[in-house]
Antibody, heavy 120, light 111 residues
Framework: QVQLVQSGAEVKKPGSSVKVSCEAS????????INWVRQAPGQGLEWMGR????????NYAQKFQGRVTITADKSTTAAYMELTSLRSEDTALYYC?????????????WGQGTLVTVSS | QSVLTQPPSVSGAPGQRVTISCTGS?????????VHWYQQLPGTAPSLLIY???NRPSGVPDRFSGSKSGTSASLAITGLQADDEGDYFC???????????FGAGTKVTVL
């Protein structure tokens, strides 16, 4: 089974952007769907969007439309989530998470998370 | 405010049964979309607990069960154990939001 390895913690200034990576260890994302879900400190889970690399399709949560971009490289061994115009409320743990079926939003397994702190 | 409503917390003594509700609407659960449940133990990433309303992934004890009716779903934990303490989240798809939605989560405490 593919293991997910996410990039390290980031500290960003308000108004800047962050790009978090998620690498597939032991396989590729070719037949999988990569979701990005965030969790603010002490809060619940919030789905941000997903990418289906095989079909080159992305879906974004309405809340993040225009501010988030999810991509995958051509080798489909890595996926990325870029969030722009950062504000303090974007401080959260960002997870990449895999769905095995493109027709479902079921998340089969999760990465370890990447902490993004937005502070002046 | 979450599209799916969960109680903030439930508690029970070891061995007891607890249930967690997940209430949605005709835009999500009531529209026939599946409900999935995730368990998040302290300091860890979430993990899949119940999928497609009633199914357990391999390795999940049968103490955990799910159900769905109308615009709601429920997760039951029987034979409550100390290491069940954590947060539990329901998830579904919402037509109005055009994407996946989560409940705010329920903290389970073993007394």
């Amino acid at each position: 089974q593919v293991q997910l390895v996410q990039s390290g913690a980031e500290v960003k200034k308000p108004g800047s952007s962050v790009k978090v990576s998620c690498e597939a260890s032991g396989g590729t994302f070719t037949n999988l769907v990569i979701n990005w879900v965030r969790q603010a400190p002490g809060q619940g889970l919030e789905w941000m969007g997903r990418i289906i690399p095989l079909l080159r399709i992305t879906n974004y949560a309405q809340k993040f439309q225009g501010r988030v971009t999810i991509t995958a490289d051509k080798s489909t061994t890595a996926a990325y989530m870029e969030l722009t115009s950062l504000r303090s409320e974007d401080t959260a743990l960002y997870y990449c998470a895999i769905s095995r079926a493109s027709g479902s939003y079921l998340i089969d397994f999760w990465g370890q998370g990447t902490l993004v702190t937005v502070s002046s | 405010q979450s599209v799916l409503t969960q109680p903030p917390s439930v508690s029970g003594a070891p061995g007891q049964r607890v249930t967690i509700s997940c209430t949605g609407s005709s835009s999500n659960i009531g529209a026939g979309y599946d409900v999935h449940w995730y368990q998040q133990l302290p300091g860890t990433a979430p993990s899949l607990l119940i999928y497609s309303n009633i199914n357990r992934p391999s390795g999940v004890p049968d103490r955990f069960s799910g159900s769905k009716s109308g615009t709601s779903a429920s997760l039951a934990i029987t034979g409550l154990q100390a290491d069940d303490e954590g947060d539990y989240f329901c998830q579904s798809y919402d037509i109005t939001m055009s994407g996946s939605v989560f409940g705010a989560g329920t903290k389970v405490t073993v007394l």
